[in-house]
């Protein structure tokens, strides 16, 4: 998986221009059927993609904690939310509530996550890939293709479908 992440390093420069031109186009000219053509693509690559064997997301950047998200997981720990805020989180520059530390706190050593049933709701949605309107998301999915092997590969089924 090492060398899997480091090739992708290497991709995501290589391609770094030509997925920011293809977004600008694709936001311009949007197919109608692109909310299908993701749920698809998606679908496949995640059937080929072991998430348990990377976790390069958890290792490596924050999910956003939203209000409900933090009164869940609280509750999970049967401890106040004020407690699980001190505890874990601090507010970035944009006020939103992440983790204070990376990896994941709630990264198992065997790539599980120890709150999956509760985890935030930007871990169950994350890589938003098969996201109604994938276009309005480009730049959050040019940061993704550089965490995120599978979201690359799905990127570029959807360029060569699209060609
Ligand atoms: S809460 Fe769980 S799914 Fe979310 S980043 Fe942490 S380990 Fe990963
Ligand atoms: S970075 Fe992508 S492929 Fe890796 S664990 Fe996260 S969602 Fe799965």
Redesign the pocket.
């Known amino acids: 998986m090492q060398d899997q992440l480091q090739s992708l390093s290497k991709k995501v420069k290589e391609n770094q221009k030509a997925h920011r031109n293809f977004f600008i186009k694709l936001r311009k000219k949007t197919p109608k059927n692109l909310d299908a053509i993701m749920e698809k693509l998606h679908e496949e690559e995640f059937k080929k ?1 072991d ?1 348990l064997q ?5 290792k490596t950047t924050s999910p956003i904690f939203t209000k409900k998200d933090i009164e869940r997981i609280s509750k999970s720990f049967r401890i106040k939310t004020r407690q699980f805020i001190d505890t874990y989180l601090n507010l970035d520059e944009d006020q939103d509530y992440v983790l204070k530390s990376s990896p994941c706190t709630f990264l198992a050593d065997d790539n599980t996550c120890n709150i999956y049933d509760v985890r935030p709701k930007a871990c169950q949605e ?2 938003h890939t098969n996201r109604k309107s994938f276009e309005k998301i480009s730049d959050l999915t040019l940061k993704n293709v550089a ?5 690359f590969n799905i990127v570029e089924a959807l360029r060569a479908k699209l060609k």
């Not at 990377?54 to 958890?58: E, F, L, T």
């Not at 965490?147 to 979201?151: E, F």
């Open positions: 993609s998430c990377c976790a390069n997301c958890c994350y890589p965490i995120c092997p599978a979201t």
